[in-house]
C-alpha cells in the first residue's frame, strides 16, 4: 500500500483492478452507490467498520487499510495546526508511555493472581 494515496484511491484502485462496480460494492456494504463513489473521492469520511468490510470485500490486508485510515484520520484532524506536527511526536510518545504502564500494570495483576 502506497503511503501517499488516499485511502479512496487504494479503494478506487483495487475495486477496479478486480473488476468490480461501484453498485456491486456498495452493495455489499449496503450504502447507496454515491456515497461509496463519494469515499472513493475523499468526499465523505468512511467508518472503520466499513474499511474493515472493504478489506474484505476488495482482498487487501486489513492491518494496512486500518492503519492507512487512521493514519488519514489523524492527518486530517491537525493538518491546519501550526503546530501539528510536534503534537503527532509528543502524542507519539504518550502512546509509548501509556503502553508501558499498561503492560507493567497488566503484568501487576497477573503476578497477584497466581499468589
Same mark, same amino acid.
Given at each position: 500500500?502506497?503511503?501517499?494515496?488516499?485511502?479512496?484511491?487504494?479503494?478506487?484502485?483495487?475495486?477496479?483492478?478486480?473488476?468490480?462496480?461501484?453498485?456491486?460494492?456498495?452493495?455489499?456494504?449496503?450504502?447507496?452507490?454515491?456515497?461509496?463513489?463519494?469515499?472513493?473521492?475523499?468526499?465523505? =469520511?468512511?467508518? =472503520?467498520?466499513?474499511?474493515?468490510?472493504?478489506?474484505?470485500?476488495?482482498?487487501?490486508?486489513? %492491518?494496512?487499510?486500518?492503519?492507512?485510515?487512521? #493514519?488519514?484520520?489523524?492527518?486530517? *484532524?491537525?493538518?491546519?495546526? *501550526?503546530?501539528? %506536527?510536534?503534537?503527532? =511526536?509528543?502524542?507519539?510518545?504518550?502512546?509509548?508511555?501509556?503502553?508501558?504502564? #499498561?503492560?507493567?500494570?497488566? #503484568?501487576?495483576? #497477573?503476578?497477584?493472581?497466581?499468589?
Amino acid at each position: 500500500m502506497e503511503n501517499n494515496k488516499t485511502t479512496g484511491e487504494i479503494l478506487r484502485e483495487k475495486r477496479e483492478e478486480k473488476g468490480l462496480l461501484l453498485r456491486h460494492v456498495s452493495a455489499k456494504l449496503d450504502i447507496d452507490t454515491a456515497i461509496l463513489s463519494k469515499i472513493e473521492r475523499g468526499a465523505r =469520511k468512511v467508518s =472503520k467498520e466499513q474499511i474493515i468490510k472493504l478489506a474484505k470485500i476488495l482482498d487487501l490486508d486489513k %492491518e494496512k487499510l486500518v492503519v492507512q485510515y487512521l #493514519s488519514e484520520k489523524i492527518l486530517y *484532524e491537525i493538518k491546519d495546526e *501550526e503546530l501539528g %506536527e510536534k503534537a503527532l =511526536k509528543v502524542a507519539e510518545q504518550k502512546m509509548k508511555y501509556i503502553g508501558r504502564k #499498561s503492560n507493567e500494570s497488566n #503484568s501487576h495483576k #497477573s503476578k497477584k493472581s497466581i499468589k
